[in-house]
């Protein structure tokens, strides 16, 4: 089992900046593979931005390239979303998600199916 608990969601300011964090506990975080997903209401749940395991590859959402980077600290548990430059379009439930380990990162990191443990979420609301 792995428990992801997200934070730092809020209200912001159209311009404004959030960082999003989320804590792994349960299977061993530094083999796991992150990302990141939204959901808008009546919308389906979107990718945003994912890491391999070693930190050394990330990938974003067209929508969010150039104003959001994802990181990870492998000592804290931790993956992080900055998120800059914010627009009300950004407005969603943000929740962290561990990919299975059936899956290649490279060809599916985009894929709500190849993940195997979702946080509950996180609201982030950008006012205009």
């Known amino acids: 089992q792995v428990q992801l608990v997200e934070s730092g969601g809020g209200l912001v300011q159209a311009g404004g900046s959030l960082r999003l964090s989320c804590t792994a506990s349960g299977r061993t975080f530094s083999s796991s593979s992150m990302a990141w997903f939204r959901q808008a209401p009546g919308e389906a749940r979107d990718f945003v931005a994912a890491?391999?395991?070693?930190?050394?590859?990330?990938y974003y959402a067209d929508s969010v390239k150039g104003r959001f980077t994802v990181s990870r600290d492998n000592a804290k548990n931790t993956v992080y979303v900055q998120m800059n430059s914010l627009k009300p379009e950004d407005t969603a439930v943000y929740s962290c998600?561990?990919?299975?380990?059936?899956?290649?990162?490279?060809?599916?990191?985009?894929?709500?199916?190849?993940?195997?443990?979702w946080g509950q979420g996180t609201q982030v609301t950008v006012s205009s």
């Open positions: 890491i391999h395991w070693s930190g050394g590859s990330t």
């Open positions: 998600a561990a990919m299975s380990r059936s899956f290649n990162f490279y060809s599916n990191y985009a894929r709500r199916g190849a993940y195997d443990y």
